[in-house]
Nanobody, 130 residues
Framework: QVQLVESGGGLVQAGGSLRLSCTTSGRTFSNYAMGWFRQAPGKEREFVASITRSGGSTYFADFVKGRFTISRDNAKNTVYLQMNSLKPEDTAVYYC???????????????????????WGQGTQVTVSS
């Protein structure tokens, strides 16, 4: 079992930045590929970004490419989501997730589905005002 705790959400004006953190405990962090998802009111949870175990590969949803970056610090058991140039449509609850899925490709693009992940955090609210 692994526990995930997100932090760093809040209220920001359009064009601003936030950095989300997700700290894990319970098992070896480097065993997991990590991802960020988000869910806006009345909408389904959607993929935002993923990163492989080593951090050597990252992948992003088209709607955040060029604005968001994902990184991890395996020594700190933490994955980050740096969000720049935020838009009101980025308003959502953001969730981090951990995956035990093995793929031969070693690419972060293999970790975009909800079913690819084994553990989820409780979420952190991000609100972007116009």
């Amino acid at each position: 079992q692994v526990q995930l705790v997100e932090s760093g959400g809040g209220l920001v004006q359009a064009g601003g930045s936030l950095r989300l953190s997700c700290t894990t405990s319970g098992r070896t962090f480097s065993n997991y590929a990590m991802g960020w998802f988000r869910q806006a009111p009345g909408k389904e949870r959607e993929f935002v970004a993923s990163i492989t175990r080593s951090g050597g590969s990252t992948y992003f949803a088209d709607f955040v490419k060029g604005r968001f970056t994902i990184s991890r610090d395996n020594a700190k058991n933490t994955v980050y989501l740096q969000m720049n140039s935020l838009k009101p449509e980025d308003t959502a609850v953001y969730y981090c997730a951990a995956s035990l899925k093995f793929t031969f490709s070693y690419l972060a693009s293999s970790y975009t589905g909800l079913a690819d992940y084994n553990y989820w955090g409780q979420g952190t609210q991000v609100t972007v005002s116009s």
